[in-house]
């Protein structure tokens, strides 16, 4: 009898158990907690959108984009290397007095090469696709910035291949800073059509002088502090500093200008001075302008890998003349300016 009320029981207790309620769980394991299912926002990028490369348009084919990807990275190298001449020596360097004055500003000056060296690429185009039909119809043009059709694309043309030299030829062939033209090199090139854009001009870096003697003349002018955001001017110092620091160490190929003493520029004594440098002479050696010339015309700058002939100055110049090709642009009055 007493078995038989045991059984019983536990035959109640398990019909109480199967009615309790079966409690839905969440998780595999009663006791993990509740999972949080607010999603986790993304880290912070400052550097999202940098661009670290110049993009170059698909209408270049694969020599083309080659050479011009190799033409930007030395134009990178020449603004890198005149930043840096700058940030160690300031307006110390003879070679920054001469370009930008005695009493030039550093800082204006390091940041524009900066733009070139290090800033944001992004916005900034090339191409070989002559969209303005400038290439195909303009003899002698070698690319040009398209202006108010596309402030931020340059168009570089078929004559630029066959004409840039690398910035290894820095100092060869002829060539002297005073002389030849910076875009006779890829690298000075396209510094210079790098400053027209947008993106790395911001449209304040532009033309107030050409040429070496214009440059010379505007840095002691009362205008000197425009001489920073002058596009020739800073193409030729990061020319000449390269020239200097790299390419002849200690010796650069500044040369004689041309017709410095008749050229209607009216340089003062102390300029005059200073642009006359022989092709063998240190920048800190400034001789006069009688044994400059002689020293041009007798001597030729020997380097321990080559001996580079000192031409006349007509003869370089008029090679600088006849390889560079030209870069054209129209500016927003139409007013068209080729260099």
Known sequence: MRSSILLAGLCSVGINAAALPVTQRDTPLSFEPETDQTPIPAAYD???????????????????????????????????????????????????????????????????????????????????????????????????????????????????????????????????????????????????????????GEGIVDHHADGYNGCVELATGENHTIAASNSATLSYFATEVYAYDISIPGEGCLGKPVGEEDDGHGHGASSSSTAIVSSTATVSSVPSATSSAAAVASTASVNPTRVIPAPSATS????????????????????????
Not at 105 to 119: F, L, M, R, S
Not at 122 to 146: I, S, Y
């Open 46 to 200: 400052w550097k999202a959108g940098y661009v670290s490369e110049f993009p170059i348009h698909s209408s270049c084919n694969a020599s083309e984009r080659h050479e011009l990807a190799r033409g930007l990275e030395e134009a990178v190298l020449l603004a890198q290397h005149a930043k840096e001449h700058v940030l160690i020596h300031g307006n110390n360097s003879e070679i920054f007095r001469r370009y930008f004055g005695a009493a030039g500003p550093v800082g204006p000056v390091i940041g524009w090469y900066d733009k070139i060296a290090t800033a944001n690429r992004a916005g900034v185009l090339f191409r070989c696709d002559d969209p303005d039909r400038n290439c195909a119809t303009q003899e002698g043009w070698a690319g040009h910035w398209r202006g108010s059709n596309a402030s931020s694309e340059t168009v570089i043309c078929p004559l630029s291949y066959t004409t840039r030299w690398p910035i290894e030829a820095m100092c060869a062939r002829g060539f002297t800073v005073a002389t030849g033209r910076t875009s006779n090199y890829w690298a000075g090139d396209l510094m210079h059509r790098l400053y027209h854009t947008i993106p790395v």
């Open 316 to 339: 370089s110049a008029a090679e600088a003349s006849s390889t560079a090709g030209k870069e054209c642009h129209t500016h927003d009055d139409g007013t068209l300016h080729c260099v």
